[in-house]
């Protein structure tokens, strides 16, 4: 059996109280593509939150 490591990347705003906005949420392969993602779109989301996972899945 194989391992598959991936990352999730999730961009989140929680400032209102009743509602979190989920801006992105995404799974990628390396960290360089991730890289990318938050270099493009950091500006776009000021007040949000980032969360990076890294993930293994067994096969």
Same mark, same amino acid.
């Given at each position: #059996?194989?391992?598959?490591?991936?990352?999730?990347?999730?961009? /989140?705003?929680?400032?209102?109280?009743?509602?979190?906005?989920?801006?992105?949420?995404?799974?990628?392969?390396?960290?360089?593509?991730?890289?990318?993602?938050?270099?493009?779109?950091?500006?776009?989301?000021?007040?949000?939150?980032?969360? /990076?996972?890294?993930?293994?899945?067994? #096969?």
């Amino acid at each position: #059996m194989g391992e598959n490591v991936f990352f999730k990347l999730v961009c /989140l705003d929680d400032t209102d109280p009743f509602e979190f906005k989920i801006y992105i949420d995404l799974n990628r392969a390396s960290l360089e593509e991730i890289h990318e993602i938050v270099k493009d779109n950091i500006d776009n989301y000021q007040t949000a939150k980032w969360l /990076l996972l890294p993930c293994t899945v067994t #096969m």
